[in-house]
């Protein structure tokens, strides 16, 4: 859907505002956003011995948060806001590097194969690697997730993924809003919504 840029600006506000909150609910560190993208991270700059599960059901909660998020506060009939997520473990080499706005960021592999979890996701799912979801089910043996079984993922090959569908009491909530919604799945960001742990 086209708005005026200040709509966005808004919409943008709301939801990553939202976000900042749910960081602070689940003890993550903020790296940064990028356009519509939002990148979370947990494990790092102090270890946590539940960094996925904390991602996990920020995650989840994010879904949530975002579906209240009209696109346009002046016309809630044109919907409300779908992101899709994804989110890999792993490790990562973290810096702060620059001197004018200086920024807390990481670099490896990790941070590549979390943006493709993203980008190979779907609106209002939760796509995980293998090793995110290995790691998962050590930290919450009863989370509910989905064997996507198999996908291309560009830079890697085939690569065995899972939906994440709940983490105890932590789920998506179905809303009940307009179906005309805002889908990130449209985004042209190569990193949108990636999270990882």
Not at 4 to 12: F, G, Q, S, W, Y
Not at 139 to 145: I, L, N
Not at 165 to 174: A, R
Request: proline fraction near 4%; charge should be positive.
């Amino acid at each position: 859907q086209t708005m005026p840029p200040e709509k966005v600006m808004t919409m943008l506000d709301d939801m990553y505002s939202r976000f900042d909150a749910l960081v602070r609910k689940h003890g993550l560190f903020k790296v940064e956003t990028i356009g519509d993208a939002y990148m979370a991270v947990g494990g790092i700059p102090e270890p946590q011995e539940d960094h996925t599960l904390r991602v996990a059901r920020f995650a989840l909660d994010a879904i949530t948060s975002a579906a209240e998020v009209p696109i346009d506060k002046e016309n809630k009939g044109k919907g409300f806001v779908q992101i899709r997520v994804g989110f890999h473990s792993g490790s990562v080499v973290a810096s702060v590097v620059g001197s004018v706005n200086p920024r807390y960021c990481l670099f490896g592999d990790t941070v590549n194969v979390a943006s493709r979890m993203e980008s190979h996701s779907e609106a209002k799912k939760i796509n995980m690697s293998p090793d995110a979801y290995k790691l998962l089910m050590e930290q919450c043996p009863d989370a509910e997730c989905v064997n996507r079984g198999k996908i291309s993922v560009k830079g890697k090959g085939s690569i065995n993924c899972w939906f994440l569908k709940k983490v105890g009491d932590s789920k998506i909530v179905e809303s009940v809003r307009s179906d005309e919604s805002y889908d990130s799945n449209n985004s042209n960001s190569k990193r949108g919504g990636g999270k990882y742990g």
